[in-house]
């Protein structure tokens, strides 16, 4: 023990410096945009307070919690809703995305036919292509899927393309060496060279369902009937019930984050022991 | 020990048969450069054949065209014994480890057995037996970047041997790695080459190493890629610690840098009258 101690003396200032900034730089990750959030809602509380806002133009957080208690079971049905709609469309943007990309590098004249549809599909915004989608497509979940799906899709796509084409040269000289079918190249060789770039599309795919879904349950809002929390919020818009819907806009960015942070687990547990970006830092 | 020493290296002898023979070679990539000019090399059972030259002299593309990897603009490879040999008959080892960074050292090794259909329980005593023979037992659940970079080229080698091949061929394989790992490697190769009497092609631009390991150093020369000298390497195997620090050995690796030398001059010199 002395003897650790004694070598804790012993740093020079330089070396003593850089030991107290890590320390620092370690608490602070997680203290700091705590401390900054507790701050801004309990400036948020005090602004309601000292201008007297009346609680259907700017609820106080207390409020909002209390609502969120409250309308649980409300809420939490729509959320489900939405939830639904956000998993089943990136399974769809999974399954849609890997499985074009597959096809796209089986052969560079497929994936220069095909790639523009998918970039203009891409950069099409979504609220504009609903009414289309309206027009031809009958069933409200149906409607939804496919609105949360275009917007998901395209980052695994692309993502996933990328993979398929950066495999080592050399690697793909040894399979070629060792008499490898295009069917072994592409289990053995191109996919788990592309799972890396996936797992990225994932995470923004992940953002961009909800998003997706949430922007479809808006937009078919306004002419049908959904139960999402977009509705909730819409209802509570027209009810001025602003803690309500305060309390759903806190539901939809838990969830996101949720989402993230999941994607983000998975994406960490299946690279941790061999991908550059999940290594540990060590210098 | 001095009767030995006298008698040429076994498959220096003339006797070996030819394995395979490269007749007036060439290859001229589609930029226009010529990588290969006229390349005579034949190349017996059994031999550690170098090939020894500066930047530029082809030998990478030679090892190539014997791969299979690439084919000629001109000439042929005569493959005595039947034809072009079958590729599982060729192992190859690149310039870089070349591994599979998500596979641990087993599966690495097992890759090439797998590609053939053999399944992991039918391949284990193969891989088993050739982790030992590189020196890597108790590695076999380690990740390439787990591993230094002497143990990487290790399974490397594993991996092209796993297959025993008639014929290893080696693109600088050490080049990368420091000059005390470097020499454990060239032992522990050699050890490996005596006991199986495989045959060799080791592309380097090491005279020491060429001179260490091999039995003949073929001396290539750039502008246009080309065969510029061969040197015989009678020196006795087993080759060891105690024949790199021999006198043997310094004039062997003076003569061959001498010729080395020359074929560089020489390069220059036609790079001078080219432009």
Not at chain 1, 11 to 40: C, K, T, Y
Not at chain 1, 233 to 244: C, F, H, Q, T, V
Not at chain 1, 248 to 272: D, E, N, P
Request: charged fraction near 20%.
């Amino acid at each position: 023990m002395t003897a650790i101690d004694e070598r804790v003396l012993e740093l020079d200032p330089e070396e003593a410096r850089r030991v107290r900034q890590e320390r620092f730089e370690r608490i602070g990750r997680w203290v700091l945009p705590l401390a900054i959030m507790i701050l801004a809602i309990w400036l948020w509380d005090r602004i309601c307070v000292w201008n007297e806002i009346p609680q259907y133009i700017l609820p106080r957080p207390g409020v909002v919690l209390w609502t969120l208690y409250n309308d649980a079971g409300l809420l939490f049905s729509s959320l489900l809703v939405t939830l639904r709609i956000t998993f089943l469309s990136l399974a769809l943007a999974v399954i849609g995305g890997v499985g074009l990309a597959v096809l796209f590098a089986q052969s560079k004249w497929v994936e220069m036919s095909f790639f523009p549809f998918a970039i203009v599909l891409q950069v099409t915004p979504i609220v504009a292509i609903f009414p289309l989608i309206n027009i031809y497509v009958n069933d409200q979940t149906t409607k939804l899927l496919l609105c949360a799906w275009i917007v998901a899709f395209f980052p695994i796509l692309s993502n996933t393309t990328l993979g398929l084409n950066s495999v080592d040269r050399n690697l793909r000289d040894m399979f070629k060496l060792n008499g490898a079918t295009r069917w072994q190249q592409l289990r053995y060789l191109r996919l788990p060279a592309a799972m890396p770039y996936f797992l990225g599309g994932l995470k923004i795919a992940g953002g961009l369902s909800l998003i997706g879904a949430v922007v479809a349950e808006f937009v078919a809002g306004t002419t049908g009937q959904s139960s999402g929390l977009a509705s909730r919020i819409i209802e509570a818009g027209y009810r001025l019930n602003a803690p309500r819907l305060f309390a759903a806009l806190f539901l939809i960015s838990l969830t996101g984050i949720l989402i993230f942070l999941v994607l983000s687990l998975i994406s960490h547990l299946i690279l941790r022991r061999w991908h550059e970006s999940a290594l540990k830092q060590e210098r | 020990m001095m009767q030995e020493k006298v008698a040429p290296a076994p498959s220096a002898s003339g006797t070996s048969s030819t394995l395979l023979a490269l007749r007036g070679v060439g290859k001229v990539f589609s930029n226009g450069v010529t990588a290969l000019s006229d390349v005579d090399l034949t190349i017996r059972e059994g031999d550690f054949l170098s090939l020894l030259g500066p930047s530029g002299c082809g030998k990478s593309t030679a090892l190539r065209l014997i791969a299979g990897l690439s084919t000629p603009t001109s000439g042929v490879l005569d493959w005595r014994g039947g034809g072009s040999l079958d590729r599982s008959n060729i192992g190859f080892v690149f310039q870089e480890p070349t591994l599979l960074p998500w596979a641990n050292v087993f599966d690495n090794v097992w890759l090439p057995l797998r590609l053939k259909g053999i399944s992991r329980a039918k391949a284990t005593p193969a891989i088993t037996e050739m982790l030992a023979r590189v020196h890597l037992t108790g590695f076999e659940d380690a990740v390439p970047r787990e591993l230094s970079g002497g143990m990487k080229m290790r399974v490397s080698i594993a991996r092209a041997m796993v297959t025993k091949p008639r014929v290893l061929l080696m693109d600088e394989p050490f080049a990368a790695l420091d000059e005390i790992t470097r020499f454990k490697l060239n032992n522990d190769l050699l050890e490996l080459w005596q006991d199986e009497r495989f045959t060799v092609v080791f592309v380097t631009h090491s005279v020491f190493e060429s001179v260490f390991l091999s039995n003949r150093v073929v001396i290539m020369a750039a502008r246009p890629g080309r065969v510029f000298d061969e040197l015989a390497i009678e020196a006795t195997y087993p080759r060891d610690e105690a024949f790199r620090t021999s006198p043997d050995y310094a004039a062997l690796c003076r003569q061959a840098s001498d010729v080395l030398v020359k074929a560089i001059n020489a390069t220059a010199g036609t790079h001078h009258d080219g432009h």
